[in-house]
């Protein structure tokens, strides 16, 4: 009798831990099942909102998670891809209130989606099975505002490797600029942030067959996100909008088609 009550004492409490957002832990070598990509966006949403709030509560980051790492495959326990910009401003890990082996992620400036990332992007969906990727931009991107203030005349020369790498960000600033005539310099800098993300998400379809077929077949979602860099909040975009992307690349003759390399 008491071993049974022990029993439904545990499943309480992790049937519990589950409703919460926070991410059930397994000892050893448990298998993990992965939970759905709706299911972790609510658990990064609310883990951000732990966080903005100020009452994180710093979930898998104990020795023992820290040993469980050392013995498991992190494919097992992440939840979530993230690419986002490698400003300091931006500490992924802190701003989804996460720990160790629980987000996949990709830092390059600007946040772009080149050759580099995007194999990144392929790794963390196909390899780790992490269900949802997010695109996430920030507030006072610096590398967007570089790019727009070059494209107003404004630009000071650049290292060799970084113009090839602020490339990626013309064309969003153009597109933001176009559809935004009335603003002038820098104030078309947060829509521009905006773009530089779905330009990221659009890149990423034309370039990944792989991303495009598991967010086709559900198994895993896309979403894009802007993080704001003074309160902690994070502003979920459209995911209406990620579909419409998706549609246009398909339509496309010039998106990639082979899944993998020859």
Same mark, same amino acid.
């Given at each position: /009798?008491?071993?049974?009550?022990?029993?439904?004492?545990?499943?309480?409490?992790?049937? +519990?831990?589950?409703? +919460?957002?926070?991410?059930?832990?397994?000892?050893?070598? &448990?298998?993990?099942?992965?939970?759905?990509? @709706? #299911?972790?966006?609510? /658990?990064?949403?609310?883990?951000?909102? *732990?966080?903005?709030?100020?009452?994180?509560?710093?979930?898998?980051?104990?020795? +023992?998670?820290?040993?469980?790492?050392?013995?498991? @495959?992190?494919?097992?326990?992440?939840?979530?891809?993230?690419?986002?910009? +490698?400003?300091?401003?931006?500490?992924?890990?802190?701003?989804?209130?996460?720990?160790? /082996?629980?987000?996949?992620?990709? *830092?390059?400036?600007?946040?772009?989606? &080149?050759? @580099?990332?995007?194999?990144?992007?392929?790794?963390?969906?196909?390899?780790?099975?992490?269900?949802?990727?997010?695109?996430?931009?920030?507030?006072?991107?610096?590398?967007?505002?570089?790019?727009?203030?070059?494209?107003?005349? %404004?630009?000071?020369?650049?290292?060799?490797?970084?113009?090839?790498? !602020?490339?990626?960000?013309?064309?969003?600033?153009?597109?933001?600029? $176009?559809?935004?005539? &009335?603003?002038?310099?820098?104030?078309?800098?947060?829509? $521009?942030? #905006? #773009?530089?993300?779905?330009?990221?998400?659009?890149?990423?379809? /034309? %370039?990944?067959?792989?991303? *495009?077929?598991?967010?086709?077949?559900?198994?895993?979602?896309?979403?894009?996100?802007?993080? &704001?860099?003074?309160?902690?909040?994070?502003?979920?975009?459209?995911?209406?909008?990620?579909?419409?992307?998706?549609?246009? !690349?398909?339509?496309?003759?010039?998106? $990639?088609?082979?899944?993998?390399? #020859?």
């Amino acid at each position: /009798m008491k071993n049974i009550l022990k029993t439904l004492v545990c499943i309480c409490f992790f049937v +519990s831990l589950a409703f +919460s957002g926070v991410p059930v832990q397994a000892s050893g070598h &448990d298998t993990v099942k992965k939970p759905s990509p @709706d #299911e972790v966006l609510k /658990m990064l949403k609310e883990g951000n909102k *732990r966080f903005y709030t100020g009452k994180p509560i710093h979930p898998n980051t104990d020795k +023992s998670r820290l040993k469980l790492a050392g013995s498991e @495959d992190q494919g097992k326990y992440a939840y979530a891809t993230v690419i986002t910009c +490698s400003d300091s401003r931006v500490p992924v890990e802190l701003i989804f209130d996460a720990g160790v /082996m629980d987000i996949f992620v990709i *830092r390059v400036a600007g946040n772009v989606c &080149d050759t @580099d990332e995007i194999g990144s992007i392929e790794y963390g969906l196909g390899h780790v099975h992490t269900p949802v990727l997010v695109v996430l931009g920030h507030t006072q991107c610096g590398a967007v505002t570089a790019v727009t203030r070059a494209l107003n005349g %404004q630009g000071h020369k650049l290292e060799r490797n970084i113009v090839p790498l !602020v490339n990626n960000i013309i064309p969003a600033v153009e597109k933001a600029q $176009a559809e935004h005539k &009335d603003l002038k310099g820098d104030a078309v800098i947060p829509y $521009a942030i #905006e #773009e530089n993300v779905w330009l990221g998400i659009h890149d990423l379809f /034309m %370039q990944s067959p792989e991303a *495009r077929n598991l967010v086709k077949e559900g198994k895993a979602k896309v979403v894009g996100a802007i993080y &704001d860099v003074g309160t902690g909040k994070i502003k979920w975009l459209p995911e209406a909008k990620v579909l419409e992307i998706l549609k246009e !690349v398909e339509a496309s003759p010039d998106k $990639a088609t082979n899944v993998y390399a #020859e």
